[in-house]
């Protein structure tokens, strides 16, 4: 077969990535799940697509652990007690880690790192702690390659937050992501400052709006992958998307593509999630024998549907004959709203059905603005953001973006880059992403201009391993190819960077 051929000749790839690719391969060609004729034709015409997820769902999407259960009552399965130190307690998770699947095979969560291990922490020397979580992190990303690995910190200061923090500058690892759950009740302004500083230098940690999470979810809420909010000890059983940019093109109006042809496509993505979660549950082993369910890591009624969308201004922008992105969707009042109002009806589309085995959920599926894939190039931006170059003044951005975040409670995000002056005024960016959060923007990510360590559109890459597969050398971590290609056909890279106001 010419897939596997080539796949095995990439020299680019190391055994490892070749090994996931050709499981990848073999999964998108299974045809257990049983596939309408109008949803194979909305996926060969790219208006429905399941995110690599392939025909045989035979674990969920995205697992988020109990990684506290675990850390107060080892495991049985992994014949693990206990940890008494911090040393045992970092061992013990990167052990954990490694029995954690996800769409990836990687673990898509590592835990809320700071709440983890303070306890250890703060019963050794602070030089000793800071050694034990250096290697701690190295094996992180020395073995979990990919770029989706992510962790949370927050709200509260911590010793093991700032060791975390310190330690990511001075390493300068693309992996794992990290959030600060934030809120400025309950982080201090200190803490916040020096969060700011990490993530002008490495890309991370991005702020999430705790308050918002906790509305939706509660206090048991993780932020995993890119900036997906899920239910702790649960996970999103699938993803699927809405590709509006393709869908647009099969409207004759404004009206027609409203009440005709967007519900037609949601109807037919949302059989097709109902028929995925019913056989991860009712078929797959997952939930009846894998030990993080059996002992009671992860429990089904946890779990979620995440009904996806991409390129909301491609879509807005074709529906009005805007054919200048600059004149369109986020500089542009009449785009943006008509913007809000695609995204309300689909959200009233989810929320009139019943979502199969979501209780946690209320039975219904959850809205989730999708990042996009490195194959979307110009005519799908991520979720709702503006497209790349046409981005406005950094308030104007961060209105645009309060726009939309309210509706996205499994994840949205925007990505802002910085002149390095902003280095200079730290508490004026913590300033700036406070009010942004209390205007009702979500989820807050950012970097400067000359970082080797860089945000993509959700998940991070280094500019020196895009350059290693620009030579056809091999690179680490899985996603440097995702973000070579969102680079090369996107210009995900090129996004504008904001000035200080020095």
Known sequence: MEEVLKIVEDETLTYHQQLLALARLAESFDHTIKLSDELV?????????????????????????????????????????????????????????????????????LGELDTLLEPFTLKLPREEAKKCLRLFLLNIDRTL???????????????????ILELTEEMQLAIPNLTLKYDPDLTSDDFAERCAVCMMKTAKPSFANHRMFVSEWGE?????????????????YTLARLRLYE????????????????PYYCDLMWNMMNDRICFIVEKS???????LATEGFVKQENFTGMFGMVGLAECVNHLLGIDDPKKGFGNNDEADQLGVKIVQKIEEFVNSREAKYCESTNNRYRLHAQVGLDSDGRENSP????????????????????LFHKYFPTGIGDIFKYEETWLKTPMALVDIIKGALAAGMRYYSGYLANNDVVRVTGYLVKKSELEKLDKKKQSLNNVSVFGKGARDYSNALDRRVHESAR
């Open 41 to 109: 034709k909305a996926k060969e015409e790219g208006i429905i697509c399941d995110l690599g997820e392939g025909n045989l769902p035979y674990r969920p999407r995205y697992i988020i652990p109990d990684y506290q259960k675990f850390i107060n009552e080892g495991s049985s399965f992994l014949q693990l007690d206990p940890p008494n130190d911090l040393w045992e307690a970092c061992n013990n998770l990167l052990i954990m880690y490694r029995h954690v699947p996800s769409v990836t095979s990687f673990p898509v969560f």
């Open 145 to 163: 390659t990919d770029s989706f690995v992510h962790a949370d910190i927050g709200p509260k200061d911590s010793v093991t937050g700032r060791l």
């Open 220 to 236: 048991d809420y993780a932020i995993a992958s890119c900036y997906n909010g899920l239910r702790m000890a649960g996970g999103g």
């Open 247 to 262: 869908m647009s093109l099969k409207a004759g109006s404004v009206d027609e593509f409203l009440n005709k042809t967007l």
């Open 285 to 291: 082993a997952f939930f009846k024998s894998n030990f």
């Open 383 to 402: 979720g709702c953001r503006i497209p790349i170059g046409c981005e406005p003044e950094m308030y104007k951005q961060i209105a645009h973006s309060t």
